[in-house]
T-cell receptor, first 111, second 114 residues
Framework: TQLLEQSPQFLSIQEGENLTVYCNSS?????LQWYRQEPGEGPVLLVT?????EVKKLKRLTFQFGDARKDSSLHITAAQTGDTGLYLC???????????FGSGTRLSIRP | KAGVTQTPRYLIKTRGQQVTLSCSPI?????VSWYQQTPGQGLQFLFE???????NKGNFPGRFSGRQFSNSRSEMNVSTLELGDSALYLC?????????????FGEGSRLTVL
């Protein structure tokens, strides 16, 4: 069974703090995506990483794909209340038209 | 361009009834996939359609079915509803194969089964 584990499941921090959430698997992915989902909405794609060791930055968000393409991290610098939401990672496989989603990290930023 | 449109947004049904949910993909996207999202199980893959053909199916009972029309619009149906079918049903569209592209999700259809 292919699984994507995200940690932590829940995170509540003060505005202005930094945080990192993780996405880990025993499977090798051809690509990995991060999505953010707000209550009552569908997930919105933040980034796609495809190369082992790749680092992508989106304003205050930094995404890293592990060298072995089995794991990824999302680091947020100086969190803002607008960063609140459910962060989902998703891994794709070249061998099949298939994407697996992690269970998500629910992030709450307190003002 | 217009995003993925799902209807209805909210619906309430009782056990034993059936429900049909609709998804209109982004113009030019030929692939549609459906997911069930619940607090306990997260996002679970239901099925994927490309050019009116089901390409992949998740591990859901036969009560869950879907189809895609020639204009790429898709519907999913759940028959003989059970309490556990209460969930947010999400549709995603993309240009080609799921594993290589971006998924564009609709806002979902929230189903409550009483």
């Amino acid at each position: 069974t292919q699984l994507l584990e995200q940690s932590p499941q829940f995170l509540s921090i003060q505005e202005g703090e930094n945080l990192t959430v993780y996405c880990n698997s025993s499977s090798v992915f051809s690509s990995l995506q991060w999505y953010r989902q707000e209550p009552g909405e569908g997930p919105v794609l933040l980034v796609t990483v495809v190369t082992g060791g790749e680092v992508k930055k989106l304003k205050r968000l930094t995404f890293q794909f592990g060298d072995a393409r089995k794991d990824s991290s999302l680091h947020i610098t100086a969190a803002q209340t607008g960063d609140t939401g459910l962060y989902l990672c998703a891994g794709g496989f070249n061998s099949a038209s298939k994407i697996i989603f992690g269970s998500g990290t629910r992030l709450s930023i307190r003002p | 361009k217009a995003g993925v449109t799902q209807t209805p947004r909210y619906l309430i049904k009782t056990r034993g009834q059936q429900v049909t949910l609709s998804c209109s993909p982004i113009s030019g996207h030929r692939s549609v996939s459906w997911y069930q999202q619940t607090p306990g199980q997260g996002l679970q893959f239901l099925f994927e359609y490309f050019s009116e053909t089901q390409r992949n199916k998740g591990n859901f009972p036969g009560r869950f079915s879907g189809r895609q029309f020639s204009n790429s619009r898709s519907e999913m149906n759940v028959s003989t509803l059970e309490l556990g079918d209460s969930a947010l049903y999400l549709c995603a569209s993309y240009r080609d194969r799921m594993n290589t592209g971006e998924l564009f999700f609709g806002e979902g259809s929230r189903l409550t089964v009483l």
